[in-house]
């Protein structure tokens, strides 16, 4: 008699398995497509009707998924896309990919994670296995999905359904790592899980990094992004240490990254933007905090770069004092207000910080982003300039807060007044000229 975890296994190898992915956002959809091209029927569930009708016109609205690839296979009823859990009724594999974003409070916000895992309990049976991807602290798959899982099934993790983590690698928009090629650490809640997951997500993924615990598997990924983000607010220090002794941050990084080995380049710059890397590594330090430890790294990098917007705009206060102008009653204008260079994402982005405190100050504010044609934000709205290069012209003062490859800087640095340059977008032609303040 074939034990559960052979049936499911079998049905993986000869892609009967039938794939349910919950959430189709810039996780979900490519890992959607991914599996869908590996020859499995897939299904995904996402709760927001407006893009599961985009799909259903086979169109995509994850630029790291071609259109004509969805197309393709959603004629050929290989994909498709739902608003309702139940067909989770009849899946044998089912990926988690929702987000997981911060409450007010600076706390985990699960509450995407619980409902599918509550939708999900309505269906559980034998034989399927479930594979959660959403960033989360460690001990999320274990203390939250599994006992909402078992608790009506009956079911044994590891013998009549299998479950596991496996974190989410994706860079938007980056061609040179993709969802195929990217390793993908998955590890279980016991030994056969890791095994059962394992095997499935081989089927689509060129390399998968099998690891001893769900736990390491979430730990793996808090790693990651806890490293940047500590690099990030360690080289935001040495721009705030080399303006008070006088040198240029810039040239000492471009020195200290000429060493081949045993160091990584960051840059200094506003702030730090998007739903990872200032996100993530606080799941990490509110897990510690419940165990009466205090995570200071963390805590300290946080503390340095959620404090960089007040930074620049001392920056821009002081240059315009320079030139003994108030702050208060100059019009400034904000360059570039997405998290980072050519994407269209505003989430976390310090230019929102940046812009209210300059508005709190009394300075006239206006800003120019080619992707982001509209803000609103906190008690403030505004639209994108349309001409940078004139609206440069006309203001007391230029802010480059994000370094958008489109921007013609010669221009902005021949027609603005003065610029206060945060991400040294201007390069050499900002060394040492009078009208150009950099971080
Ligand atoms: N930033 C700096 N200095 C740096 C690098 C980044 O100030 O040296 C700022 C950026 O401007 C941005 C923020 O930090 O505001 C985050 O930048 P990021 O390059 O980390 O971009 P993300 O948030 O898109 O990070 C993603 C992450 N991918 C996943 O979590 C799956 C991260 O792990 C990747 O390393 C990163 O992309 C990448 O390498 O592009």
Known sequence: MNTNQEILQEKIRDRSAKIVILGLGYVGLPLATIFAEAGFNVIGVEPDSRKVEIIRREESYIQDVPTNTLAQLIQSGKLRATTDFSVLAEADAVSICVP??????????????????????????????????????????REILLPKLTENSRLEVGKDFFLAFSPERVDPGREDWTTYNTPKVIGGITPACSEVASLWYQQALETVVPVSSAESAEMAKLLENTFRMINIGLVNEMAIMCDRLGLDVWEIIDAAATKPFGYMKFTPGPGLGGHCIPIDPLYLSWKLRALNYTARFIDLASEINTGMPRYVVSKVQDALNEQARPLNGSRV?????????????????????????????????????PYIPRITHDDWSLESVSDVIESARTADCVVIVTDHTIYDYQGILEQAPLIVDTRNALGDAGRNNPKVVRL
Do not use: C, W
Request: glycine share 8%.
């Open 333 to 369: 204008l904000v360059v570039g207000a997405a998290y980072k260079p050519d994407v269209n994402d505003i989430r976390e982005s310090p230019s929102l910080d940046i812009i209210g405190l300059l508005r709190q100050k009394g300075a006239e504010v206006n800003y120019h982003d």
């Open 100 to 141: 997981t974003p911060l409450r007010k409070t600076g706390d985990p916000d699960l509450s995407f994670i619980l409902v599918a895992t509550d939708e999900l309990a309505k269906f559980m049976h034998p034989g399927i296995v479930v594979v959660l991807e959403s960033t989360t602290y460690p001990g999320t798959t």
